[in-house]
């Protein structure tokens, strides 16, 4: 079984900082593929930043410069500092990743339960 457990979130003021983690745990070989998207209310999820094999990385207009995906691979451990935050951010966020598992073949995708992050006075 392999689980993401996302951490970090919380209440910001706006032009505040948050850093969220995204743990994997499980019966995984590596992590070929990592995101993580976004869904306010009333609202579509939306991508926000990604990351793949050999550390490239994409994202959204409305985040380039404030935000920064990394990883850890030794930890199966996906980050995303987010800096300069506006309320308009304030959304759940949610982590995906394409992983292979030992023993098994092919990629599979995984999903987080989401955590919040709220940017307000």
């Known amino acids: 079984q392999v689980q993401l457990v996302e951490s970090g979130g919380g209440l910001v003021q706006p032009g505040g900082s948050l850093r969220l983690s995204c743990a994997a745990s499980g019966n995984i070989r590596s992590i070929n593929a990592a995101g993580w998207y976004r869904q306010a209310p009333g609202k579509q999820r939306e991508v926000v930043a990604g990351i793949r094999s050999g550390d490239s990385t994409n994202y959204a207009d409305s985040v380039k410069g404030r935000f920064t995906i990394s990883r850890d691979n030794a930890k199966n451990t996906v980050y995303l500092q987010m800096n300069s935050l506006k309320p308009e951010d304030t959304a759940v966020y949610y982590c995906?990743?394409?992983?292979?598992?030992?023993?098994?073949?092919?990629?599979?995708?995984?999903w987080g339960q989401g955590t919040q992050v709220t940017v307000s006075s």
């Open positions: 995906n990743a394409h992983l292979t598992r030992w023993g098994m073949v092919g990629s599979f995708e995984y």
